[in-house]
């Protein structure tokens, strides 16, 4: 047993969703909404404010008697976000993406954020560590390793962002495919992917691995991510920004939507996405 399982939230698996629903849907029936996807806290979050700082002439927020006041539009502030949030109808909202280095600044953030439960998931998928570990084929240091990283960051499960392709990213390159070479480490993104489906499943934690599959918004990436989705095998998976996931075409003119390829994907998958029907906009 990992030494760390005390730590880690128990496992909760609820009933799937709907078919069709995906995870970031508002719940009907008298539920509250979870967005398990947002990005509403951290050092991030913060270099949003101070690039945008037309957003706070832009969309000033008066106090009331009940409620503090801030600014919003391009990234709120903390009670700002919290206020629109719930009047939206959402009770939880997940911060999707911590480095574990910046993850106490990410808490008293949410702790500012009012009204609504929150949770943050820890940046995993370029951890130096994990990647050193997963080339020396030591799987028990990297089990444990996340299980502690989860405890000391307090953070809900684990993220891989372009697994693989942000450590190239440091030298001027990248991963096109989940057989690339990792520069320094000599693993893959599919090495890197499996491992933490694993850790995840072996850990019971609750909520899938929250995967941001390679090559985001280039054209031909649905292949990638049909290849992602291949990896897990009967695994839970929670693919996130899926509708920049699932371009077709060679180049930038003849950029097409193969949204239809996941029709015959597991049930085990679950996504979060932008949807915008073109022709409900146009009515």
């Not at 995993?124 to 990647?131: A, C, P, V, W």
């Amino acid at each position: 047993m990992c030494p760390f399982q005390e730590f880690l939230p128990q496992p909760c698996r609820g009933p799937e969703p709907s078919p069709g629903r995906g995870a970031g849907s508002r719940v009907g029936g008298g539920g509250g909404g979870v967005d398990i996807h947002s990005h509403i806290a951290g050092s991030k979050v913060n270099i949003g404010r101070k690039i945008r700082p037309e957003d706070h002439r832009r969309d000033p927020v008066p106090r009331s008697q009940v409620t503090r006041s801030g600014v919003g539009y391009t990234v709120g502030t903390t009670f700002v976000n919290a206020y629109r949030y719930a009047r939206l109808g959402y009770t939880t909202v997940m911060e999707a993406a911590v480095p574990p280095l910046k993850a106490r600044h990410t808490h008293e953030e949410l702790m500012d954020t009012p009204l609504i439960d929150k949770g943050c998931l820890i940046l995993m998928g370029n951890n130096n560590f994990i990647l050193r570990h997963i080339g020396s084929g030591d799987y028990d240091k990297i089990r444990n390793f996340v299980s502690w990283l989860l405890h000391a960051c307090k953070g809900y499960g684990i993220k891989a962002v372009n697994p693989g392709g942000i450590e190239n990213w440091k030298w001027g390159k990248n991963v096109a495919g989940l057989d690339d070479l990792v520069m320094g480490y000599g693993v893959t993104p599919r090495q890197i992917i499996t491992t933490l489906i694993r850790v995840n499943e072996e850990l019971g934690l609750p909520h899938p691995l929250h995967l941001h599959c390679n090559n985001l918004g280039l054209p031909g990436n649905y292949q990638t991510t049909l290849e992602t989705m291949k990896v897990a095998g009967q695994s839970r998976l929670h693919l996130t920004h899926l509708q920049f996931h699932s371009y077709g075409g060679e180049s930038m003119r003849n950029l097409s939507s193969q949204a239809r390829s996941w029709q015959n994907t597991s049930t085990n998958m679950r996504t979060s996405a932008l949807m915008w029907d073109r022709s409900s906009s146009e009515k």
